[in-house]
């Protein structure tokens, strides 16, 4: 029946009228509507062979245009053809002889490797598109997130911080997990509790990706609120944008500093903000303006050139003061005001997240250490490192930035793997994770 005039017809998944000709099932001709249920089969079988020919010249690297279908299975041949490659990623690339014997050593710990521990940086959301605290990560606004993600800076102007964590959480939620997240989350599954990552990542993405459990976030969330106020001790979680509604139309883009000029401060916004009063106002309304000291021709060269309005742009646009009644405030107390529930720069990291992570390498003997898009270096990670190795753990790095390889590498006791975190992390996992570990639902994480 498969090799019948019945494939070879238009299909639809509408219940349209269809001439099936079954000539070797012995049926005659017939017109009938086709029933929903059937035309879903249909599609199925259609759809399967097709996606089963697709992986196998995918796989091997062959032009896909080697592939020879009836006009009538196009449609069918783009959807499979899209949803493989998004399911699957870029094609590999071909690694040179040494980065592909370091790669076959880095896969036969991995699978040799009953415990393992990964450190998460900004390096891996970067992929998604976040912008990071170090390296190109950027201004907002001219401000320098370092000089926003402090206590002192909370306390002095909350309405410039919050305003700075509203445009964070804006990006946050719009960014999507990538294929870093997703590998990280099947290590998780296929490893179970021998497997924890402890991420300095604030943005959600580990989380949306499906790995939630066996993930400690060591400079809290984004997403956490906690309240301000001396005797209340309200903690929660916030995922609605804006939080409140006078921080909307705060979503502004981190600008790379070889294009900002310079650091803004509070100080400075002030005065400039008077400047650009004075600048607009007309020579009459201020004192002593009548007596312009510009010749008749600059005058006429000012009047008569024409106005040129620029688009504004994000890292100079003015900072709102906005009142501190109208920022987030504490439905428990109702008084007082709520802060992000970011571990900022002076303030330790939570204890309870320490000491998870404590009992987990006193409790397993650590195998392999994953440090992804960070250098490793920052204290307390890199102390949870340096236990691993002492009792015996190799270390893989991922990240764009690798600061000496030959010293990572000595005496076989780790790896580094420069680039894209995201892309790289598929293709080191792969013999525990598998090649098709995308969730059904993934676009709409």
Known sequence: MFQSEFWKQPYGLRGQDFRLQTPEAGFPTNRFRVSVQALKLN???????ISAQIFMIYKEHFPLSLIHLPQTHQAAFNHFLLLISN????????????????????????????NILALVGAGLSASSGLSTFRGSGGLWRNYSPIDLATPSAFDIDPSLVWQFYSSRRYHALKAKPNMGHFALAELRKRK????????QNVDGLSQRAGHSDGLLELHGSL?????TGFFCNYKGVNKVHPITDALAGCEDDFVPPSKATKKRSREEESESSEEQTMKKSKPEDLEGGANTTKSPKEQDKTTNSPEISLPPSPEFKPVQSIPTENLPRCPECKSSTLRPGIVWFGESLPLKVLDQADDFLESHKIDLVLVIGTSGTVWPAMGFIERAKKRGAKVAVFNTEIEDLAALEKNGRGWGFQGDAAEWLPRALEPVIGSGFLPRNWKKL
Do not use: H, W
Not at 223 to 227: A, P, S
């Open 192 to 199: 179970g509790e021998k497997f924890l990552t402890l991420t």
């Open 223 to 227: 997403f956490d609120v906690r309240c």
């Open 87 to 114: 399911r699957m990623g870029k094609p590999k690339e071909t690694l040179d002889k040494d980065m592909a014997l370091r790669l076959s050593k880095f896969q036969d710990q991995l699978l040799n490797s009953k």
């Open 43 to 49: 599609y199925l079988i259609r759809t399967l062979t």
